[in-house]
């Protein structure tokens, strides 16, 4: 995928998903290592429980990507760009 990626000029990545704490987690610890600007969606994504999705958006979001914005935010974020 990271060639595919490059091949496209891509240099962004916004995740949203199930699950917060696992796959959507790893996909962006994953492209945050290959250097890609990663934003996580906090209200694009879900969990099995309460205590893994809150861990993923307080704690893991902010470590592994550069932003967490709620959809609102983005698209906004993207309107005015």
Do not use: W
């Not at 945050?32 to 861990?55: C, I, M, N, Q, S």
């Not at 958006?57 to 005015?80: C, K, M, Q």
Request: charged share 25%.
């Amino acid at each position: 995928m990271h060639k595919q990626l490059q091949e496209q000029g891509i240099e962004k990545v916004i995740l949203a998903g199930l699950t917060s704490q696992t796959c959507v987690e790893g996909t962006g610890r994953d492209a945050l290592e290959a250097g890609y600007h990663v934003t996580f969606l906090k209200d694009a994504v879900a969990d099995f429980t309460e205590e893994a999705h809150r861990a993923a958006l307080e704690i893991s979001y902010p470590t592994f990507g550069h932003e967490t914005l709620t959809i609102d935010e983005f698209l906004n974020a993207v309107r005015g760009a």
